[in-house]
């Protein structure tokens, strides 16, 4: 049997429960890791204080490689939060499965669902038009945007415009449901086939855990990326 989300109902409108319950939860991590790495600060960091202080300067080196250095503190924290929560939104999922007896899922990862994934490509897509018109005008901001270098590029500037929404989107899901999905299957195999395949599954299980963190960290990376990639076009003027 498939398994499905909690979904409930207000109104006319449906809700998952699950997704829901998973992004706030991912926030909750998020702002306790920050909040627990950054107490008692110290002129010589060690243990948490490092730990923090690699992420901020690993998401500042992504930044720092596609915008200005002037425009690296304006963007900073941005980057900071979305690969923060993007991070333990991948991995949250691997860290355990609850499945009830109807088949409902109550633990995944956000970015396991399409509908997390393309929301946070679409914000990421309308914030980088909103600070175009906000730092060149949107005189400037469509001229650099859509009708440069020359004006017949503008119906392939549109459609661009709304492949990068689905690619951003779509890149990170399918990478983050593949790497449940095939977890799941291990899972299975042992239940379908019984304690005698625990020797092969358990090995399979570790090995595929180990690389789906991995991959996780690099959809991050990739996310923060390309959207100070987007970003850039956005806010630099082209000559």
Known sequence: MEERSLLFQIGPVWFDGTLILMTLLTCI??????????????????????FIEFIIDFVRG???SQLPSKEVN???????????????????????????????????????????????????IVFTHYMGVKK????????????????FILPIKLLEEFTNVISLGLRLYGNIFAGEVLLGLIVSMVT????????LAIPLEMVWIGFSLFIGG?????FVTLTMVFLSHKIEAEH
């Open 29 to 50: 991590i998020v702002f306790l890791l920050v909040f627990i790495c950054t107490r008692n600060l110290q002129i010589k960091p060690k243990g948490k204080q490092n």
């Open 62 to 64: 992504i930044i720092k």
């Open 74 to 124: 304006n963007y900073h924290l941005l980057g900071f939060t979305l690969f923060l929560f993007i991070l333990v939104a991948n991995e949250i999922g691997l860290m355990t499965k609850i499945v009830t007896s109807h088949e409902i899922s109550l633990w995944k990862s956000p970015t396991a669902d399409p509908i997390v994934t393309l929301g946070l490509a679409l914000m990421v």
């Open 136 to 151: 060149l005008g949107f005189k400037d901001y469509v001229l650099n945007s859509y009708l440069k270098p020359v004006s």
């Open 192 to 199: 379908s086939i019984g304690w005698i395949a625990l020797p």
């Open 218 to 222: 690099i959809q991050a990376y990739v």
